[in-house]
């Protein structure tokens, strides 16, 4: 075991798992969107506070890299960072569908996460058809803009 491995390990456990869980716990709670219905009954983003690596990072006060090389060697900052990344893509799937959340910015999170654009089905007519529902959220997102 070299010098730098041994000093990372002593970092974790100087925070250790219970405070970890806690800081994590509120860190969660902490990213919560800010949200006001408007005189129509639409709901305003006012802020989107997704979690991130990066957010729990400087919340631990470690780096990214830090953060990464624990979520290798210890099961709880691993399973942390599988949360984020679940968190992330079931907030940006539904806000993007409901239109709370820009879908351009929303497609982006979702590709950091493994997923893809395009869709393989054999018949072609779906495909079309998928590219028009598509096509019209696209349109829908910049009419919402605009307004």
């Known amino acids: 075991m070299n ?3 041994k000093t990372k390990k002593k970092d974790f456990l100087k925070i250790g798992r219970p405070r970890f869980k806690e800081i994590l716990r509120r860190y969660f709670i902490s990213c919560q ?3 006001k219905e408007t005189k129509s009954g639409k709901p305003l983003l006012l802020e989107a506070k ?3 690596i990066e957010g729990l990072a400087l919340k631990l006060g470690v780096s990214r890299h830090q953060l990464e090389m624990w979520s290798n060697q210890y099961e709880v900052v691993g399973d ?3 949360k984020i990344h679940q968190i992330q893509v079931e ?3 539904n806000g ?3 239109n709370l959340y820009n879908p351009f910015i929303a497609k982006i999170i979702l590709a950091r996460n493994g997923y893809r654009e395009n869709i393989e089905i054999a018949d072609p007519d779906k495909n079309k ?3 028009k529902i598509g ?3 696209i349109e829908l997102a910049k009419n919402e803009s605009e307004k």
């Open 3 to 5: 010098k730098t491995t």
């Open 33 to 35: 969107d800010r949200i």
């Open 50 to 52: 997704i979690p991130t």
């Open 80 to 82: 942390a960072y599988e």
């Open 91 to 93: 907030r940006c799937v």
């Open 96 to 98: 993007g569908l409901s």
């Open 129 to 131: 058809a998928l590219d």
């Open 135 to 137: 096509n019209a959220l």
